[in-house]
């Protein structure tokens, strides 16, 4: 079957789903744009001229669009502010949706979508396309292979100086809502754990050009005894990190150090003897699936499969509000200065 998609939000990140949506074969097999809809109807104007989105309904008011363009699918990529009634309305239209992350503004909204998502029977998935890439689907192969033995911990470093303008520079917690999401997300995926607990010390350093909680320094407990540091800064420029973040991942047997790029470095223990053990290199498996490691394409072709197999996909809301409630468990913790639990 042949979905009819209409994309809401038509901002900088829609230009990266109208890409991917051209570039993938199998999407451009599965997936027709059938509408546009943004607050600014130039801006829709424009994303459908730059894309040669010919014959499409284009307008501002969403209901009226998925109505006319007769839509099965809607793609969310409006700001988080936005979110909730956005997917509340391609829900009540009978759409499923994808939105971007994250998932809601609040903890609270994102259990009511969830709430109305059942209640439609429609799958609202969420994108989290730094999940699918290379590096962290080959991680978590490694760490399911048991080469590292038990795994014990995984800490990162984010440290990155970008100047975007626009709503992040005024948003609260702009660090661990618009970009630790993603790590904590994959700290998630990667290690196959659950987050109990969080202490989070976050700040704005001096000299930000953000508003708000452009830092964030955070210790999540995970289950069975594994451990999840997280260090970032959105202004902390001239040794940047990837934009995946620096790895250091232990097991009971060795340990992982990923620069979040091409280098990857495991060794496990191979001597019995002396006082710091004798150590030996391991290879990291590939990916189980190179469909698996392109982004946002990947993220929506998943959303596609589980919509025409009847099958849930992996960013599914009831599994991905768990990294947003690790994202609101950590903003809970620094402003009431003491450690939290996590309730999804
Ligand atoms: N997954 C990623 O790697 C990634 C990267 C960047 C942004 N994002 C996410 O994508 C989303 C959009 O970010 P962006 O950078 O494109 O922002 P943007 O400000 O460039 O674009 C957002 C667009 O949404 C429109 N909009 C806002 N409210 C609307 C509403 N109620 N109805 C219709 N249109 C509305 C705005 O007019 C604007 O054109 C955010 O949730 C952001 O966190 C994800």
Redesign the pocket.
């Known amino acids: 079957m042949r979905h009819r998609a209409v994309l809401?939000?038509?901002?900088?990140?829609?230009k990266g789903w109208l890409k991917a949506l051209t570039e993938s074969d199998f999407l451009r097999g599965k997936v027709e744009v059938v509408g546009l809809?943004?607050?600014?109807q130039t801006?829709a104007q424009a994303l459908a001229a730059e894309f040669k989105l010919h014959d499409i309904i284009i307008g501002t008011d969403?209901p009226a669009v998925l109505r006319q363009s007769r839509a099965d699918l809607l793609f969310d990529?409006?700001?988080?502010a936005?979110r909730r009634?956005?997917v509340a309305a391609g829900l009540a239209h009978g759409c499923h949706v994808l939105s971007?992350?994250?998932m809601a503004a609040t903890l609270d909204d994102a259990r009511e979508l969830r709430r109305l998502a059942v209640d439609a029977s429609r799958i609202h998935a969420i994108?989290q396309?730094?999940r699918f890439i290379d590096g962290v689907r080959r991680i978590r192969r490694l760490i399911q292979s048991g080469s590292l033995g038990e795994l014990t911990a995984l800490h990162c470093d984010f440290f990155l100086g970008p100047h975007f303008g626009?709503?992040r520079e005024q948003m609260d917690n702009v660090l661990l809502l618009?970009m630790a999401i993603h790590t904590f997300d994959a700290a998630r995926f990667m290690s196959g754990k659950d987050p109990l607990a969080v202490y989070c010390h976050e700040y704005n350093p001096q000299g930000s050009w953000y508003r708000h909680g452009a830092a964030a320094n955070a210790i999540f407990e995970f289950s069975d005894n594994v451990a999840f540091t997280y260090r970032g800064s959105w202004c902390a420029q001239g040794a940047n990190t990837s934009w995946e973040s620096a790895w250091r991942i232990t097991g009971s047997k060795g340990t992982l150090i990923w620069d979040g790029g091409e280098r990857f470095e495991a060794n496990v223990v191979s001597g019995h003897e002396g006082f710091l053990r004798a150590v030996e290199p391991i290879t990291v498996p590939e990916a189980e699936d190179r469909a698996d490691t392109h982004g946002h394409a990947s993220v929506i072709e998943r959303f596609i499969c589980a919509i025409d197999t009847g099958t849930v996909p992996e960013t599914d809301g009831s599994d991905n509000i768990k990294s947003l409630a690790m994202v609101f468990g950590a903003i809970d913790s620094a402003r009431d200065g003491k450690r939290v639990t996590i309730a999804a």
């Open positions: 809401c939000g038509c901002g900088a990140m829609a809809v943004d607050l600014d801006t969403l990529v409006v700001v988080p936005a009634a956005v971007e992350k994250p994108v396309n730094r626009g709503f618009d």
